[in-house]
């Protein structure tokens, strides 16, 4: 079985572009959740779509949306970057019940020069 | 407070040691926790979950959950210097999860 997808792996953007960044899931899973880890802050919860519906959002601003497809497969979208948006963005797929363990992608690495 | 607590590191055993990590969660509530490892420069990777009060073994890993007081460990036995990662304590809660701040390990061989 196919894992986490995440595309691309690494990408440079300068500050005030926007990037968009992909994620398949594990074949049936419906949940998708991004995160942002840095290493001050650890893993930090963004968003979680479900069946292509936006269920659970983190504390981060508006310029962070994503959005799900009928195929379960995701999209995140940072808009204006900025210098502070630089980190690992991970990507993980679970069945989406409350006790079901999430599984991560390799991630996509941002920086912003 | 913080949702999720995991014991300060970084964490230094022998090779052949018993390593113990520790994580303490806030809600009352929570139902299921998970064990992850991550080495440096990839992604966590999920080793173990529990769900139970009690212990649960796979191989040289044990979970350890104590609900009542709100306490989740993770004993490695004969820890290997490939064991050296760090390790992040998760509370899911339908698609979000809240991890600790990872304690990091190193077995030193």
């Known amino acids: 079985k196919a894992g986490v997808t995440q595309t691309p792996r690494y990408l440079i953007k300068t500050r005030g572009q926007q990037v968009t960044l992909s994620c398949s899931p594990i074949?049936?899973?419906?949940?998708v959740s991004w995160y942002q880890q840095t290493p001050g802050q650890g893993l930090q919860f963004l968003f979680e779509?479900?069946?292509?519906?936006?269920?659970n959002k983190g504390n981060f601003p508006g310029r962070f949306s994503g959005r799900q497809f009928s195929n379960s497969r995701s999209e995140m979208n940072v808009s204006t970057l900025e210098l502070g948006d630089s980190a690992l963005y991970l990507c993980a797929s679970s069945l989406g019940g409350p006790r079901q363990p999430q599984h991560f992608g390799d991630g996509t690495r941002l920086s912003i020069l | 407070q913080k949702e999720v607590e995991q014991n300060s590191g970084p964490l230094s055993v022998p090779e052949g040691a018993i390593a113990s990590l520790n994580c303490t969660y806030s809600?009352?509530?929570?139902?299921?926790f998970f064990w992850y490892r991550q080495y440096s420069g990839k992604s966590p990777e999920l080793i173990m979950s529990i769900y139970s009060n009690g212990d649960k073994e796979d191989g040289r890993f044990t979970a350890q959950l104590n609900k009542a007081s709100q306490y989740v460990s993770l004993l490695i036995r004969d820890s290997q210097p490939s064991d050296s990662a760090t390790y992040l304590c998760?509370?899911?809660?339908?698609?979000?999860?809240?991890f600790g701040d990872g304690t990091t390990l190193t077995v030193k061989p």
């Open positions: 074949s049936g899973h419906r949940s």
């Open positions: 779509y479900f069946s292509e519906t936006q269920r």
């Open positions: 809600d009352r509530g929570s139902q299921s």
């Open positions: 998760a509370v899911p809660n339908a698609g979000k999860s809240t």
